[in-house]
């Protein structure tokens, strides 16, 4: 299961492949399917620069769910 599953969804629906999100933030396609399938650690400001790329925030692509995830946990 993808960690980042929210990041590759909209990442898509944005129209954008690995290769050509990867280029537009400056990292290797690798290291962007890396980040979504949870093998890297995700900065910050490399969730900055892939949420404004998405044209969205770094809180609603990566930490609404992590804080749903939480309540539901309780």
Do not use: C
């Amino acid at each position: 299961m993808k960690k980042y599953k929210k990041m590759g969804e909209l990442r898509v629906k944005k129209g954008y492949t690995l290769e050509g999100l990867a280029k537009k933030i400056g990292i290797t396609k690798q290291y962007l399917w890396d980040l979504e399938d949870g093998r890297r650690v995700l900065s910050y400001k490399m969730a900055y620069k892939i949420s404004v790329a998405l044209g969205t925030t770094p809180d609603k692509l990566f930490l609404e769910d992590h804080l749903n995830n939480d309540i539901k946990n309780r």
